[in-house]
T-cell receptor, first 114, second 110 residues
């Protein structure tokens, strides 16, 4: 595997379910990100991890819980979501956080909340 | 907070035609990224501009940064169906703040 991978690619869940999204980067980067992309809205940054430490949390509801066990893996734990949380969730990584450098994106997880 | 507005929102062109997409910032631009996204997939980095007046090219795509106008433009020469997708501009706005534009959806007719 190369680049940034995300699993699953598609997820349908009920509002009472608990699920997790997984992201893995094979690029040796030190920063990882979660973004949310909803229809007709700009891409929204949710969380930033730098060297496995969360450095940014953009007022994201607590029903989204990120976890970064090491610099290669990032998870987004989901529980009691709402239908408006349905979106494409993108993971990205970059060599460093907080500076101008290219982010490498995964293919995304298409989440549908029923 | 900084906002990026892209124009046009969508564009349909005939193959072989040239086109330009603009990205205008509500604040001073110190640098800017351009990405391309295929529908429902991740973003692919195109180029990064870091200085006023800077111009970069990648294959048939050229981007310029105009600091005074707080604007960047992306120009595609002799468009091809492979250029179709959503083009997004983005900036690093403060420490750990990444902001993206609303996107321009491009369709190229063969």
């Amino acid at each position: 595997e190369t680049g940034v991978t995300q699993t699953p690619r598609h997820l349908v869940m009920g509002m009472t379910n608990k699920k997790s999204l997984k992201c893995e980067q094979h690029l040796g980067h030190n920063a990882m990100y979660w973004y949310k992309q909803s229809a007709k809205k700009p891409l929204e940054l949710m969380f930033v991890y730098s060297l496995e430490e969360r450095v940014e949390n953009n007022s994201v509801p607590s029903r989204f819980s990120p976890e970064c066990p090491n610099s290669s893996h990032l998870f987004l734990h989901l529980h009691t979501l709402q239908p408006e949380d349905s979106a494409l969730y993108l993971c990205a990584s970059s060599p460093l956080a907080g500076t101008y450098n290219e982010q490498f994106f995964g293919p995304g997880t298409r989440l549908t909340v029923l | 907070s900084q906002e990026l507005e892209q124009s046009p929102q969508s564009l349909i062109v005939q193959e072989g035609k040239n086109l330009t997409i603009n990205c205008t910032s509500s604040k001073t631009l110190y640098g800017l990224y351009w990405y391309k996204q295929k529908y429902g997939e991740g973003l692919i980095f195109l180029m990064m501009l870091q200085k006023g007046g800077e111009e970069k090219s990648h294959e048939k795509i050229t981007a310029k940064l105009d600091e005074k106008k707080q604007q960047s433009s992306l120009h595609i020469t002799a468009s091809q169906p492979s250029h179709a997708g959503i083009y997004l501009c983005g900036v690093t706005s403060g420490t750990y703040k990444y902001i993206f534009g609303t996107g321009t959806r491009l369709k190229v007719l063969a």
